[in-house]
């Protein structure tokens, strides 16, 4: 769950007032264009004063952004409908550019032109409310021990609890997330936030066990909307050359949620009970609410259409339009976000390395959440609230893996570059994946051998946290990175099917955690998930050496070229026509003036008289 902080949507760019006619296939059906194609060009990133400085967050940019449909796709869905204008009532390729509504320079309903201290305020709101979903899921695993007192089950069962809420957000991150490519950010956040906020409520409440695990599924399937589609409001309002910088800040807050919530859920089990923990997150997300009132729409198309429709009223004149007039029916938007993904899942090897890789590294992660209480508690005899602090070291290693960015940055644009684009390849960020994948096996293996006996100083094992959540950390962020920068305009497809796969890792290894670590003792149970990071060591390695080779055998990437290639000729010929016909009009403007011109002459001085010569 905290990857899925990961994808991270569209690299926004001051070019979202380019030319922007809807595209048209060769068979007459519109493409449904993503909106990073629109707001990033080459050209721009090209002309950044440096390549030092280049946003390595910049191949995301599709991953919160509507994908081009397939073929397949497009010959199956019913026609798109377009938002009646003057223009469009016969072809939308016959709208006029000279009505199309776009963010002008320093336009005030831009938001990346709003006050930097409000764009602050919407950074911070964004990352509380994210923050507290995440510190909803792990805060539960701190009251495990009072679950299973009141309603009389195991361990087993009772951690059925962290692996409800898991699910719920891998189904929320398919169904209600993309919500906010058809209403916007804002509405799908406060709606589902707030009904997020209400469903606590029954939990703190629950007289059963199925109850409590019926109202966190739900609860979670519509919270992931905030952890899906926070880094996209992010990127909405953050100028591109700080695009890092912004999104490493954000990150802090949701990616520190995991290990600040055994922390604060011990103590306030340790002192108040196990439906606390229900009543201070209901508090906490009360604030997440109100915060999150107080911010307006970030999402460039929405606005957008907002500002289309507000000038076709004040001119009394239907041919304004936008790029995103453009409707799809939900029905169509829930398709495409519940097949594709495990479409390019069966079809695409890269997808089945990675996905597999990156979700067995998440899946102990979360089983760390049952298997530290085990240590600590039971082993240790320390009281929830003190082992909850035993993952201050997952939460150092993550602050680590955050402050590096720069360093890390300097690192990918060191090696070799595109030579037809001039950008980095996606096998630089695999070398940073390589360094997630060394380091988080370290972790894993020394805490185990140091964890017991109770005779081995605590700072030991605690302090081996730092590597294992540095290694995670990095192997989650620059693992999407890699998928983003291979699939592109597929990125949102890709890091579903991510999602889903590693949340049903993290939400089932936590299971086999008590019965597991019971059988063969804490230091071998951690050596044997040691052993199974070790094993997927190769894989990062693998594609930094020979991934190009592999993405160009890929045959959706092979399809997404001849996409690319055929939007480009398209924009390119609309381009060419358009230019055609402004130096036209400019040629017929010059020969109506000079025809109309005239200059008066006095061919005669002594008696006063003027003619008029036409010039």
Known sequence: MTEDLEKVSAAANHDTNSLSS????????????????RTASLHDYATRESQDHEDVFEVLEHALTPDLETEAERAAREPI??????????????????????????????????????????????????????????CYTASIPGVMKEFGVSADVATLGLTTYLLGL????????????????????????????VLIIPCALATSLAELLAVRFLGALFGSAMISNSPGSIVDIANPDYLALVMSLWSIAPFNGPSLG??????????????WNNWIILILGGAAVL???TCKETYHPAILKRKAARMREENDDPRYWCQYDQRVSSLHLVKVNLSRPFVLFATEPILWFLNI????????????????PIVFSQHRGWSPGLSGLAFVGIGIGTMVAIACEPLLRKLINSQPRDPLTGRVQPEATALVMAIGSILAPVGQLVFSWTCLPASIHWA????????????????????????AGTYSIYAASALAGNAVIRSVFGATLPLAGPKMYEALTPQWAGTLLGLLEVAMIPIPFVFWRYGSRIRARSPA??????????????RARYQSKAKRREEREKVKSKGVSSEEGVLQIPTDATDGDTKMAEV
């Open 557 to 570: 990437i092979r399809q997404l070229r001849e996409d690319q290639e055929r939007m480009d000729a398209t």
């Open 357 to 372: 890789w990156i979700s067995l590294i998440y899946g102990i992660l979360y089983l760390c959440f049952v298997a530290y």
């Open 262 to 275: 055994p922390i604060i859920g011990g103590f306030v089990y340790e002192y108040l009970g196990w439906r």
């Open 22 to 37: 809807s595209t048209i296939s060769s068979h007459g059906s519109p493409i449904l264009e993503p909106n990073g194609m």
């Open 460 to 483: 030991i094992p605690i302090a081996f946290g730092i590597p294992f959540g540095c290694g995670n950390t990095l192997s989650f962020i620059y693992g999407c990175n890699y998928i």
């Open 81 to 138: 409908s377009y938002i009646k204008t003057g223009t469009s009532n016969t072809s939308v390729a016959s709208r006029l550019p000279e009505f199309e509504v776009i963010f002008e320079e320093n336009d005030p309903e831009n938001p990346r032109n709003w006050s930097m201290w409000y764009r602050a305020w919407i950074i911070f709101a964004v990352a509380y409310s994210t923050w507290v979903v995440v510190l909803y899921s792990t």
């Open 291 to 293: 915060m999150m009132a």
């Open 170 to 197: 891998a189904v929320g991150s398919l169904v209600v997330a993309p919500m906010s490519e058809l209403y916007g950010r804002m509405p799908v956040y406060l709606i589902c936030l707030s009904i997020w906020l």
